[in-house]
């Protein structure tokens, strides 16, 4: 049997959490106080995922830069290809809130949405 032992990201309570795993398989979890922290303790010993937050250079904008971040999770290891597939991109304003900017992000189903507004100057 092998014991993980996690902090929770879930809610600002930061929970120490043990996950105990057999065969790869969680068999339990404790120390969370809430169902989120079951949640996130399973899934992030089996399959880690993350919402990745970055910019992109604006052309014609107001601000020179636009924040971005993935619609949903992306796989953990898939982070640095996100990063590299977003690093060239630039985006002409106007630009809106939830606007996709890359879609289907380094082949993972996800895109890549402004979480910004800006004006074209």
């Given amino acids: ?7 929770c990201i879930r809610c600002p309570l930061g ?3 043990t996950v ?7 068999k339990d979890v404790t120390g969370n106080t809430c169902p989120r922290g079951d ?13 990745v937050t970055s910019i992109v250079k604006v052309e ?3 601000l020179p830069v636009l924040s971005v971040k993935t619609k949903d999770d992306v796989p953990k290891g ?3 290809d996100v990063l590299d597939e977003i690093k060239p991109v630039v985006v002409k304003a106007p630009i809106h809130i939830g606007d996709v900017i890359v879609a ?7 895109d890549i ?3 910004k507004e800006i004006a074209a100057v």
């Avoid at 049997?1 to 902090?7: A, D, G, Q, S, V």
């Avoid at 289907?104 to 996800?110: N, Q, R, S």
Wanted: aromatic share 4%; net charge positive.
């Fill in 20 to 26: 105990t795993l057999e065969n790869g398989e969680v």
């Fill in 60 to 62: 014609g904008g107001v």
């Fill in 39 to 51: 949640q996130y303790a399973r899934k992030e010993v089996t399959n880690p995922t993350r919402v």
């Fill in 1 to 7: 049997m092998e014991k993980r032992n996690l902090t």
């Fill in 15 to 17: 929970c120490q959490i």
């Fill in 104 to 110: 289907d992000v380094a082949g993972t189903g996800v």
């Fill in 78 to 80: 898939k982070i640095f």
């Fill in 113 to 115: 949405v402004a979480s």
